[in-house]
């Protein structure tokens, strides 16, 4: 059974660059069967869609964020990553990662994990 | 900019049937299939329909998801304590190129 796991810096300071890690285990993160996403949550507000990555490699961002993220995949660490520069305290958020099979929606999530935004 | 827009809240008492609703537009709900997703308080959000009304393995029967033309909505009948969550539909834009949320509906158990 997939299972999914984000790893990284729980503070980042204004201006920097965020960077999290999702584990994947229990299947392969080269699998065709899979897409691969990034989804926030600010404190006390709804969900957000950052981005998806593909096993083509075609990588999707939301629009509003487009300029400052970056979703990568690692094969040989089975993992796959998010940046997001120029970080601000609006960025500060429960960070998930998540995954499901093309043309449906997420159906395997992290935990999440609690990014903050400050000096 | 909100996309999907459902109601702030929903409420019922036990055994009610509680119904929530997702309103979009051509370049999301109206081409393309609806999600829902629970989050129970302090969890990751868990799917709960996809491709519009097909719930995944362990999904109790009393969720149901429907779609029409450029609205969907998400029924829970028989409604239990642990219910109580908070709810969101989700579809791809075409035309943002991206997945979108809805505002999310908190449904409170009477």
């Known amino acids: 059974q997939l299972q999914l796991q984000e790893s990284g810096p729980g503070l980042v300071k204004p201006s920097g660059t965020l960077s999290l890690t999702c584990t994947v285990s229990?299947?392969?993160?080269?699998?065709?069967?899979?897409?691969w996403g990034w989804i926030r949550q600010p404190p006390g507000k709804g969900l957000e869609w950052i981005g998806t990555?593909?096993?083509?490699?075609?990588?999707y961002y939301n629009p509003s964020l487009n300029s400052r993220v970056t979703i990568s995949v690692d094969t040989s660490k089975n993992h796959f990553s998010l940046k997001l520069s120029s970080v601000t305290a609006a960025d500060t958020a429960m960070y998930y990662c998540?995954?499901?099979?093309?043309?449906?929606?997420?159906?395997?999530w992290g935990q999440g994990t609690t990014v903050t935004v400050s000096s | 900019q909100t996309v999907l827009t459902q109601p702030p809240s929903a409420s019922g008492t036990p055994g009610q049937r509680v119904t929530i609703s997702c309103s979009g537009s051509?370049?999301?709900?109206?081409?393309?299939?609806v999600n829902w997703y629970q989050q129970l308080p302090g969890t990751a959000p868990k799917p709960l329909i996809d491709?519009?009304?097909q719930r995944p393995s362990g999904v109790p029967d009393r969720f149901s998801g429907s779609k029409s033309g450029t609205s969907a909505s998400l029924a829970i009948s028989g409604l239990q304590s642990e219910d109580e969550a908070d709810y969101y539909c989700?579809?791809?834009?075409?035309?943002?190129?991206?997945?979108?949320f809805g505002t999310g509906t908190k449904v409170t158990v009477l």
């Open positions: 229990g299947g392969s993160i080269s699998s065709s069967s899979y897409y």
């Open positions: 051509s370049s999301n709900i109206g081409r393309n299939t």
């Open positions: 990555v593909y096993n083509s490699g075609r990588t």
């Open positions: 491709s519009n009304n």
């Open positions: 989700a579809a791809w834009d075409d035309s943002l190129n991206g997945y979108v």
């Open positions: 998540a995954s499901g099979s093309p043309g449906d929606g997420m159906d395997v």
